[in-house]
């Protein structure tokens, strides 16, 4: 069976389980205070150009998620997000159930426009709605397409206008910013919002994510609510030695870079086929339409998600390459169409 589900199916690039074999038996303290963690942060604020920065880590997307958006808000205040966005379809209600409204806008590529910004606002007028107060963007998105600079630029006015936060979901960060068409770095992020998290799970590492809180208002008391949250994890250090892996040298990118070229081939190769795609994304998640009889098909060799039906004969399929996806895989995959 030919893996192309998810970007999380294997475990650990081997220079991580290197690092977690040979730190072992260190004894250290926990809960992201011992020389690895403390070390890694380091090292992600030298590559932010922001020494002003606030770094901690989590085990998981929907944790990192929800326990800023609980640590940023007040009660009666809700977050705008794009209605394909990770918190509202993939996080079990964790955002709502915690107490925060999300107030979606409908999209076709699952990036949020900022003139639907402009609109929330003047629907939200006053005591009687929840107030807006932070935008959720994620980058890539949901449907594989990347945020570019003017983009990222004009969501920060809009948040600027309104007073609103701008936090960025950065599961998949390392396949956008590795991206031919991507014009952000991570120090440009690093200005722009006013946290986002870089993602490791879904980049090589065994489990991760690095948290980025760069507006002093959300740094306050931070640490007390990730441990009032489940948020915390005692053997912290665990977090610490893969972001120090991947952040060392160039190895966070460097898995990035493999994920979108083996994106790159299959995209080219079912192109040249004849068959379209639902959306473009330049990145490591395409979506092709096949016909009926054909996802059955493909279904009894390799693993992937079906997204929904295209009229009554097609449908539309997720395809994600990884970070070890090898390149014979793609090729039989091609072969097969």
Known sequence: MIFLRCDYSEGAHPQILDALTATNMEQSVGYGEDPHCLHAAALIKERIARADADIHFFVGGTQTNY?????????????????????????????EARGHKIITTPTTDAKLNPDDIDEVIRIHEDEHFVKPKMVFISDTTELGTIYNKAELQEIRKRCDK?????????????????SPENDLTLQDIAQLTDAFYIGGTKNGALFGEALILLNPELKKEFRWIMKQTGSMLAKGRLLGVQFETLFQDNLYFELGQHANRMATMLREGIAAKGYRFITNSPSNQIFPIFPNELVAELEKSISFEKEGPVGTQEYC?????????????????????
């Open 67 to 95: 326990t800023s958006i609980t640590a940023f808000l007040r009660p009666h205040e809700a977050v705008i997000a794009a209605a394909r966005a990770h918190i509202c379809v993939h996080e079990t209600g964790a955002v």
């Open 317 to 337: 399929i997720r395809f994600v390459t990884s970070w070890a996806t090898p390149e014979e895989d793609i090729q039989k995959v091609i072969d097969l169409l």
């Open 162 to 178: 309104y007073g609103l936060y701008l936090y960025l979901d950065g599961a998949r960060l390392a396949s956008a910013l590795t």
